[in-house]
């Protein structure tokens, strides 16, 4: 019997993962994957209190439920202050878990968001997940995140240019159900940290491949043998 396909979504913090990959994250484990996610930091004391932290990370598990992950790894480093980390720090992290998990797939942050944190992920990640070494990855996409990625700065490197779309219809209302359950980081409209806003990117990607919801990534490498 084959074992199932692996999926890891890299989350800078909690909520990106709905956000970007919610839909895609029901529907590989609909398919039979195996679906894990990876939240990268914890926020700063002086911002964040320890009762957040734990309503949030609470949130993150009635999400998770919807959608069908099996696991998720918290590493713990400091938000919003990634930038203050050591670069190889943060890949040997990362690397740690791919070589423990091993997925086949992974999902990360669109390099060019204006969230400092998004960035230093993305590259991080590239860095675990070269082709060496036998490292696992055979498929690494970025994801868009409401309220990160679209105000990227207005330069043709950091724009979100998506090349690859896939159908979620069946399942946003699972996607829009899991957002629900991040409370503490839902905004009301015209804020696209909303229901009604993150349903309108779903739609709108969803018609430029004539369907009725998808999400949208760029493709960084996929691998054949």
């Known amino acids: ?13 909690p909520d990106d993962e709905v956000l970007g990959c ?7 484990a609909a398919e039979g994957a195996e679906v894990q996610v990876v939240v990268v930091t914890r926020g700063i004391e002086e911002k964040y209190p320890d009762a957040l932290i ?17 696991g998720v ?34 999902y990360v942050p669109h390099h060019g968001d204006v969230h400092l944190d998004h960035g230093q992920v993305y590259h991080a990640v590239l860095v675990a997940a070269r082709p060496l070494s036998n490292c696992p990855v055979r498929r690494l996409l970025s994801y868009e995140t409401l309220s990160e990625t679209e105000w990227s700065p207005p330069r043709p490197t950091a724009a979100f240019h998506p090349t690859v779309f896939v159908d979620i219809a069946e399942y946003l209302e699972k996607k829009l159900a899991a957002m629900a359950c991040y409370r503490s980081q839902l905004k009301e409209p015209p804020n ?15 018609a430029t491949i004539d369907t009725h919801a998808a999400e949208a990534f760029m493709l960084i490498r996929d691998i054949t043998r």
């Open 73 to 106: 790894r918290y590493l713990e480093f400091p938000a919003p202050r990634l930038d203050t980390i050591p670069r190889h720090e943060l890949a040997d992290a990362i690397r740690a878990v791919l070589s423990e998990f091993r997925p086949e797939i992974v």
């Open 192 to 206: 696209p940290r909303s229901l009604r806003n993150i349903e309108a990117l779903a739609r709108v990607r969803g």
């Open 54 to 70: 734990a309503q949030v990370r609470g949130e993150l598990a009635e999400a998770h439920r919807i959608l069908g992950v099996s």
């Open 22 to 28: 919610g839909g895609v994250m029901a529907r590989h």
């Open 1 to 13: 019997m084959n074992k199932p396909t692996r999926v890891l979504i890299v989350a800078p913090h």
